[in-house]
């Protein structure tokens, strides 16, 4: 069971430059999320997605852009690359959107903006 | 906004003893409460879920209670492993997820 998968696991970037963080689940889940994870600040909600075509913005979302045209992937695009986004980014999926069911996580994409 | 606190942000103890982690919050209208553990370089593992409706849930030797009257939740761990050490994670369900910072446990053999 591959569960929620995210690549890269680890990436480096120049600042200006753009990226896409892959995510992708298996488990026909309708409620998909981004978050990333900094020292001292936990986990913080950037974008999340609860069905196909539909997105909305989470805690964070400055700088990010994401698209939902499958229920299956949800990637995650740095437009212009900054030294405040170097952190470790966290996909995860659930049933539905109220949480009545646990979220799934993927094992994070590390990036670092140079 | 929800606030959501660990304390302590670490905790060693030895192996066997009994434990609680506390998570606090400051915004009690939640439709439930989850606790995680994170493994080093790892994604997130969920360990309990409690609705809520409900006042506690029970895995194993992990006991999760929620009192929303006072914000808090604790998860018990009863005789701890040296495979216990993690970080465990609260995160609440509100309008979105809020989570805590953690607490860094290691159970020293």
């Known amino acids: 069971n591959a569960g929620v998968t995210q690549t890269p696991k680890f990436q480096v970037l120049k600042t200006g430059q753009s990226m896409t963080l892959q995510c992708a689940q298996d488990?026909?889940?309708?409620?998909m999320s981004w978050y990333r994870q900094d020292p001292g600040m936990g986990l913080r909600l950037i974008h999340y997605?609860?069905?196909?075509?539909?997105?909305d913005q989470g805690e964070v979302p400055n700088g990010y852009n994401v698209s939902r045209s499958t229920t299956e992937d949800f990637p995650l695009r740095l437009l212009s690359a900054a030294p405040s986004q170097t952190s470790v980014y966290f996909c995860?999926?659930?049933?539905?959107?109220?949480?009545?069911?646990?979220?799934?996580f993927g094992d994070g994409t590390r990036l670092s903006i140079l | 906004k929800q606030e959501v606190t660990q304390i302590p942000a670490a905790l060693s103890v030895p192996e066997g003893e009994n434990l609680v982690l506390n998570c606090s919050f400051t915004?009690?209208?939640?439709?439930?409460l989850q606790w995680f553990r994170q493994d080093p370089g790892k994604g997130l593992t969920s360990l309990l879920l409690?609705?809520?409706?409900?006042r506690e849930q029970t895995s194993g030797r992990l006991n999760a209670s929620l009192d929303k009257s006072s914000g808090r939740s604790t998860l018990y761990i009863a005789a701890s492993q040296p495979g216990d050490s993690a970080t465990y994670l609260c995160?609440?369900?509100?309008?979105?997820?809020?989570f805590g910072t953690g607490t860094s446990l290691t159970v020293i053999p």
């Open positions: 409690i609705q809520s409706s409900q």
């Open positions: 488990m026909n889940h309708e409620y």
């Open positions: 995160a609440l369900k509100g309008n979105q997820f809020y």
């Open positions: 997605s609860v069905g196909a075509g539909i997105t």
């Open positions: 915004d009690s209208a939640i439709y439930n």
């Open positions: 995860a999926s659930s049933h539905g959107g109220q949480g009545n069911q646990p979220q799934h």
